[in-house]
């Protein structure tokens, strides 16, 4: 037992140590790139009871720097005074080379929302994101550079929570650069196992190429990664690409709640990806926590259990914040070793949490059950 786990903690860190590498590795490619012209783009935002970040999104789309734009939002049957409140927003006197549009999505659900603006899009290159993210200035212009290549047909982007006061919002920031992290060795690896819809661009002939969310519609959730993994297969992997630097920030969870249910949500896609990859990715995760769970038996082993089981976590915090620091610090973003000693601790719990509610597939989002889109 004690020759497990220490052999365990030296792959731990080795593991680390090439994750590192595959993040210090190949850089975004299409950076030099010069536009000739401007493409035609459309943004897709779909949103469902967003009212309280839609005035934010707004704004932030008004910022942008490339024009024309066309931008569609997406009412997936909301709730609240979202729809009235954009109206409002619309009516204001704006910039006459951004044509936006309120649309009310044609069936049930995210994927349906973005189909419906697919439809309505008159851009080559489409652009999504979330009603509660928050867009850099140049992020058109980012993702257009992703499109130097003819043959790339989709351009991943981070995104990562906002900061605000306390843990929480630290062990936040510090679990989606873990994310970010993850997706881009997915790319670097040429096995792309997971994107982000809140900064994601597509060229409409390759959504309806691969049929957009054909065979995926009963999911709740997954309208990035299946779409993403459609596009890869049908193209290859070399069309879809990950751009480090074209960074998006979303608003953090209020609430402990709030998150399980996103990542509930997020995990209870691995049965539906059909991939033994993507299934070992999900699983192996689980069962790297499950065995930094399990080493509290070590402390009923003596001095020698105890020193082993300090070192072993030592290893763990200290090799999380060498490498997730580093993904951290490519945006600015710095934490006491502190932070991540807590997050360390509470991490293995909380994946544990997480799995154990995708595996059931009950969760609740944005008023919708997941048992009512099956």
Not at 148 to 172: H, L, N
Not at 229 to 238: A, D
Not at 282 to 305: D, N, R, T, Y
């Amino acid at each position: 037992m004690l020759t497990f786990y220490l052999l365990f903690g030296i792959l731990y860190w080795g593991m680390f140590s090439r994750l590192r590498k595959l993040w210090e590795g190949r850089k975004n490619l299409g950076r030099n790139f010069i536009q000739k012209e401007n493409p035609q783009v459309s943004i897709l935002v779909p949103f469902r009871n967003e009212a309280q970040n839609l005035p934010a999104i707004f704004n932030g789309i008004f910022s942008l720097q490339y024009r024309p734009l066309q931008v569609l939002f997406i009412d997936d049957h909301s709730e609240d005074e979202g729809r009235k409140y954009l109206t409002a927003l619309i009516d204001k006197p704006g910039c006459e080379d951004i044509e936006i549009e309120i649309l009310k999505s044609k069936g049930i659900g995210k994927k349906m929302a973005v189909r419906t603006g697919v439809e309505r899009a008159f851009g080559d290159i489409i652009l999504t994101t979330d009603a509660d993210c928050f867009l850099p200035n140049d992020w058109v212009e980012n993702k257009l550079k992703g499109f130097s290549d003819p043959m790339v047909m989709m351009v991943a982007g981070p995104v990562i929570s906002q900061k605000s006061k306390g843990f929480f919002s630290v062990f936040q920031q510090i679990e989606w650069s873990s994310i970010i992290l993850i997706t881009k060795v997915g790319f670097e690896l040429q096995a792309p196992l997971m994107c982000s819809a809140a900064n994601m661009a597509y060229r409409k002939k390759a959504f309806e190429e691969v049929g957009g969310y054909n065979g995926n519609l009963d999911q709740l959730s997954g309208d990035d990664e299946f779409l993403l993994k459609k596009i890869s297969k049908r193209f290859g992997v070399g069309s879809v690409r990950f751009v480090t630097d074209n960074l998006v920030m979303t608003m953090p969870h209020a609430t402990w709640r709030s998150l399980f249910s996103q990542r509930i949500r997020w995990s209870s896609k691995w049965r539906s990806h059909l991939s033994l990859i993507h299934m070992a990715a999900s699983i192996l995760p689980v069962l790297i926590q499950l065995i930094f769970i399990s080493s509290v038996c070590l402390l009923w082993k003596g001095h020698i259990g105890m020193i082993l089981f300090l070192i072993l976590w030592t290893t763990k915090i200290l090799a999380e914040r060498k490498v997730l620091g580093k993904v951290l610090e490519t945006y600015g973003i710095k934490f006491s070793i502190w932070s991540y000693v807590l997050t360390g601790i509470v991490h293995p719990f909380y994946v544990l949490v997480s799995a154990i509610g995708g595996i059931f597939g009950n969760f609740e989002w944005k008023g919708r059950k997941s048992s009512n889109m099956a």
